[in-house]
């Protein structure tokens, strides 16, 4: 199966030569296939915020290399990795990222729009997309004037409009109610299963992790263990990660 992402020997070191420095990320590898839908979970300071932000091309490793969809990240200039940023990726933030004076609809069309295409070919794609994650009713409403689920649903869209290689998620439950992220994860769930959206969702909490096929865990800023869900049903693989959790790995 074909790798998505692949992640090579990357490390992140912050600070000056000859300056204290503090390594982040201490050579990190793994790689996500087409299709999976893969959590890394760790503890505030584990590394895994730093590695999103490397991921997302927010900024670039120390050494190593990160190729999405056979792209190698470090050989793009500026405008280049604008670009890909732009083609390739899709994110949700854990704070929605919508835009107030905007509506639903400009919200979800706002990657396309910047890249000049026009409203009869986007419309089409957002209203294919408002079906799927159940926002029709929506679309021509402020963020304002939605819930928080109805936001990340929004924000979910967004992310998808411009049908990127791999989806990339911050804690995308963060900031919902236990019943707004109950649909979310199950609509990001569907997502995977039904339309093949590659997805790698960074998260602390076990219950949000339960929906993926994988779990990467990081500690002091390498990737241990590796949790795999198999053919087991989601709740029996939330069980199983618990009873690993609370065997403090």
């Known amino acids: 199966m074909t790798n998505i992402l692949k992640v090579d020997q990357v490390t992140k070191t912050y600070g000056k030569k000859h300056e204290q420095q503090y390594q982040a990320l201490k050579g990190v590898n793994f790689s996500v296939a087409a299709g999976e839908f893969v959590a890394i979970m760790g503890?505030?300071?584990s590394g895994k915020t730093t590695l999103l932000n490397l991921l997302s091309t927010l900024d670039q490793p120390t050494t190593g290399h990160i190729l999405i969809n056979g792209q190698d990240l470090s050989s793009l200039r500026a405008k280049q990795m604008a670009d890909f940023r732009s083609q390739s990726i899709g994110f949700i933030f854990q704070d929605f990222?919508?835009?107030?004076?905007l509506t639903n609809r400009q919200?979800?069309?706002l990657p396309l729009t910047l890249r000049g295409i026009s409203t009869n070919?986007?419309?089409p794609l957002i209203d294919e997309l408002a079906d799927k994650l159940d926002i029709k009713a929506?679309?021509?409403?402020?963020p304002v004037a939605v819930s928080g689920g109805q936001k990340q649903r929004v924000a979910a869209?967004?992310?998808l409009i411009h049908r990127p290689a791999i989806l990339l998620a911050d804690e995308p439950t963060g900031a919902l109610d236990s019943a707004s992220a109950r649909e979310m994860l199950d609509t990001m769930s569907l997502l995977n299963q039904r339309d093949h959206v590659t997805t790698l969702m960074v998260t602390h909490d076990p219950f949000s992790a339960s929906f993926a096929k994988r779990i990467l865990f990081i500690k002091d800023g390498k990737i241990g263990q590796e949790v795999n869900k198999g053919v087991k049903s989601r709740p029996a693989f939330y069980q199983e990660l618990i009873a690993y959790l609370g065997t403090g790995e």
Do not use: F, P
């Open 107 to 109: 919200n979800i069309a």
């Open 138 to 142: 929506i679309l021509n409403k402020y």
């Open 157 to 159: 869209a967004r992310a």
């Open 43 to 45: 503890a505030s300071g």
């Open 97 to 101: 990222n919508l835009l107030e004076n």
């Open 121 to 123: 070919r986007i419309d």
